[in-house]
């Protein structure tokens, strides 16, 4: 797949929600409510994603924390924000880190067919390249954000006030 598609999923185009309008009119009761048999809050999805878009940005430096020995590590510990600043702060935080991976997605060839190291045995024998590493984010993305419409539209709060499918 090219580039521009890579790009164009990043921000939710086509089939994909817009991810930065899915999360922007969500106030903090809702980012922190649990439903029943929904393993996870909104706001508790948000940080999932930033752990993981910051992880796999340092991974592309070369630079990566450690791979958490076990896959709640990747998640927050409270359902909710513990205030509406810190709601804020991992919205923005979300913004910012796919601006950057939207910066490297508009790199060059030669930026994104560079190897990125494996961090974990699972990873081995993977496609280990800047762009597998975006797509494999996209996806993520894609699934999460996934997630946080269904739970939105569970707590009546769909569509985002950017509008979106209504479906």
Known sequence: MSSRALQELLYGQGAHADPIGCLEDVPVELAGRK??????????????????????????EGAPPPYPAQAIKSWP???????????????????LLLDKLMTLAASSPEVLQRHVKPTH???????????????QTVVHN??????????????GAWPPRRGSDTW
């Open 35 to 60: 439903l029943e048999g929904c393993p996870h809050s909104i706001w508790q999805i948000v940080w999932h994603l930033n752990y993981w878009m910051d992880y796999d940005l340092r991974r592309i």
């Open 121 to 135: 045995p699972s990873h081995e024998g993977r496609s280990s390249s800047v762009e597998a590493v975006l797509w």
């Open 77 to 95: 510990s409270s359902a909710a924000p513990t205030s509406d600043g810190q709601w804020k702060d991992e919205q923005q935080r979300f913004a």
């Open 142 to 155: 894609s699934y999460h954000i996934g997630q946080v419409a269904l739970l939105r539209r569970c707590l």
